[in-house]
């Protein structure tokens, strides 16, 4: 790779990480469900009163969708040349490397401009209102219905992304757009356990041989050093799964009390403690021998632990493979309806699906693209001397590589109606406050 991760860490504005930090410290976080909860049956505005917008067509990955394409937002033609720019992004800050922006600029002779949101909620109201435009804007899978049926994004002309044919085959063709009409995946990811081999015993973390993995977070020999991430459907999906409910999107109140009263358990059981950088940083810095972690923020922990000390101790496990369980997910990439530079937009979603693009992205921001072409023992280097990974992922930590198998048999969060997601949030409200 052409430079080592340790640079993408060293941030001067605030991150889609560290925004969750600051949210889960007490400011207000959208849920999908208040973002969704506008955009079925609603009028649009115009004479005569309006017309009925088409009804939300949310998928789930036994029921995929389809998502319409609308006459009065068709693709654009073929053919087309691509303006000249500015091409303006719209996306988390840290969230993409700003060299692979420069390498696009180069070739296409254009300059970019890379505007950044602090969530979901803020973002979708400056596209939805008009108060920017943006030819590339980064939505997570589920808000994506919303925004189709609102108008808000435009469908994709897939003459303009061949490179599309790179990614993996379950993602081209995804539950919740089938056939990539709107969208294009960016980067996979699951939900796991990260430890320390230097704070928990070789006999304790033997997660393999367990019979269900997540009963480690509830080892009162780790009182005071064991964390799940602030964030009400991770964890819950932790107490969901660790009685055997694999239904991660249940809208059944039992099963989430069951959630609930396990993770009250659990807080004085343990100290538990939630966070946002746990896994990531706090790991590192020795605060946490054991959290829940996402795999991409397993990858980024060799470069947080303190000069001097080993990051081979960093270890990762993802239940998902076995009979327990886990989920998976991924981010996307689409096309505002509004873009000012629709042609030059597909084709940097077409650039950025390129194999090499792709894998110089990965290194700097640590989430894997989904290309077919990965080779995962490929991926895997060592701790060198000069203090970085001679490769992607450090080689302890090659259970943080992500699989197109894995898609096959993980679970998948999805967008939940208001009065479900309601249910979720208080029984994490109840959880953090004690009981």
């Given at each position: 790779?052409?430079?080592?991760?340790?640079?993408?860490?060293?941030?001067?504005?605030?991150?889609?990480?560290?925004?969750?930090?600051?949210?889960?410290a007490g400011l207000?976080?959208?849920?999908?469900?208040?973002?969704?909860?506008?955009?079925?049956?609603?009028?649009?505005?115009?004479?005569?009163?309006?017309?009925?917008?088409?009804?939300?067509?949310?998928?789930?990955?036994?029921?995929?969708?389809?998502?319409?394409?609308?006459?009065?937002?068709?693709?654009?033609?073929?053919?087309?040349?691509?303006?000249?720019?500015?091409?303006?992004?719209?996306?988390?800050?840290?969230?993409?490397?700003?060299?692979?922006?420069?390498?696009?600029?180069?070739?296409?002779?254009?300059?970019?401009?890379?505007?950044?949101?602090?969530?979901?909620?803020?973002?979708?109201?400056?596209?939805?209102?008009?108060?920017?435009?943006?030819?590339?804007?980064?939505?997570?899978?589920?808000?994506?219905?919303?925004?189709?049926?609102?108008?808000?994004?435009?469908?994709?002309?897939?003459?303009?992304?061949?490179?599309?044919?790179?990614?993996?085959?379950?993602?081209?063709?995804?539950?919740?757009?089938?056939?990539?009409?709107?969208?294009?995946?960016?980067?996979?990811?699951?939900?796991?356990?990260?430890?320390?081999?230097?704070?928990?015993?070789?006999?304790?973390?033997?997660?393999?041989?367990?019979?269900?993995?997540?009963?480690?977070?509830?080892?009162?020999?780790?009182?005071?050093?064991?964390?799940?991430?602030?964030?009400?459907?991770?964890?819950?999906?932790?107490?969901?799964?660790?009685?055997?409910?694999?239904?991660?999107?249940?809208?059944?109140?039992?099963?989430?009390?069951?959630?609930?009263?396990?993770?009250?358990?659990?807080?004085?059981?343990?100290?538990?403690?939630?966070?946002?950088?746990?896994?990531?940083?706090?790991?590192?810095?020795?605060?946490?021998?054991?959290?829940?972690?996402?795999?991409?923020?397993?990858?980024?922990?060799?470069?947080?632990?303190?000069?001097?000390?080993?990051?081979?101790?960093?270890?990762?496990?993802?239940?998902?493979?076995?009979?327990?369980?886990?989920?998976?997910?991924?981010?996307?990439?689409?096309?505002?309806?509004?873009?000012?530079?629709?042609?030059?937009?597909?084709?940097?979603?077409?650039?950025?699906?390129?194999?090499?693009v792709a894998m110089?992205?990965?290194?700097?921001?640590?989430?894997?693209?989904?290309?077919?072409?990965?080779?995962?023992?490929?991926?895997?280097g060592p701790w060198?001397?000069?203090?970085?990974?001679?490769?992607?992922?450090?080689?302890?930590?090659?259970?943080?590589?992500?699989?197109?198998?894995?898609?096959?048999?993980?679970?998948?969060?999805?967008?939940?109606?208001?009065?479900?997601?309601?249910?979720?949030?208080?029984?994490?409200?109840?959880?953090?406050?004690?009981?």
């Amino acid at each position: 790779m052409l430079r080592h991760p340790a640079e993408r860490w060293c941030r001067l504005r605030m991150s889609r990480r560290e925004f969750l930090r600051r949210t889960a410290a007490g400011l207000a976080l959208p849920s999908a469900a208040a973002i969704l909860a506008g955009c079925g049956g609603r009028r649009t505005a115009g004479g005569g009163g309006g017309e009925e917008t088409p009804e939300l067509r949310v998928g789930t990955p036994g029921n995929p969708v389809e998502l319409q394409i609308f006459d009065d937002n068709p693709p654009i033609a073929d053919g087309l040349d691509p303006e000249a720019g500015p091409l303006r992004i719209f996306n988390w800050a840290d969230y993409f490397w700003k060299r692979v922006l420069n390498d696009f600029g180069e070739l296409y002779g254009v300059e970019w401009e890379y505007v950044t949101f602090y969530n979901m909620e803020e973002a979708i109201s400056k596209i939805e209102t008009g108060e920017a435009d943006f030819d590339v804007f980064f939505p997570t899978i589920d808000v994506v219905p919303g925004l189709v049926a609102r108008k808000l994004l435009q469908p994709l002309n897939h003459s303009y992304l061949p490179n599309l044919e790179n990614v993996w085959p379950s993602l081209r063709d995804p539950f919740y757009d089938k056939g990539s009409r709107y969208t294009v995946p960016y980067t996979i990811y699951h939900t796991g356990i990260g430890w320390r081999t230097d704070m928990v015993p070789m006999e304790v973390a033997d997660l393999e041989a367990m019979e269900n993995p997540y009963d480690v977070f509830w080892n009162e020999d780790l009182t005071g050093i064991v964390g799940l991430y602030d964030d009400y459907r991770e964890a819950l999906t932790v107490g969901l799964l660790r009685n055997g409910i694999k239904d991660v999107n249940t809208q059944d109140p039992a099963a989430i009390q069951t959630a609930q009263d396990d993770l009250l358990q659990l807080v004085d059981l343990v100290d538990l403690r939630f966070t946002i950088d746990g896994a990531y940083a706090r790991l590192p810095e020795g605060v946490f021998g054991l959290h829940q972690a996402w795999s991409g923020d397993m990858v980024a922990t060799p470069y947080y632990f303190p000069g001097g000390s080993d990051p081979r101790v960093a270890r990762y496990y993802w239940p998902g493979r076995g009979p327990a369980g886990g989920t998976v997910g991924n981010d996307c990439l689409a096309i505002p309806r509004n873009a000012r530079n629709p042609v030059l937009a597909h084709h940097f979603l077409n650039y950025y699906c390129d194999f090499k693009v792709a894998m110089k992205n990965f290194s700097w921001v640590g989430y894997q693209p989904p290309q077919t072409r990965v080779d995962p023992e490929a991926l895997l280097g060592p701790w060198n001397e000069k203090g970085w990974v001679d490769g992607y992922v450090l080689d302890t930590l090659a259970t943080a590589i992500v699989y197109p198998e894995d898609f096959e048999v993980g679970l998948r969060h999805v967008g939940l109606p208001a009065q479900a997601d309601q249910l979720w949030q208080n029984a994490f409200a109840t959880v953090k406050a004690g009981g």
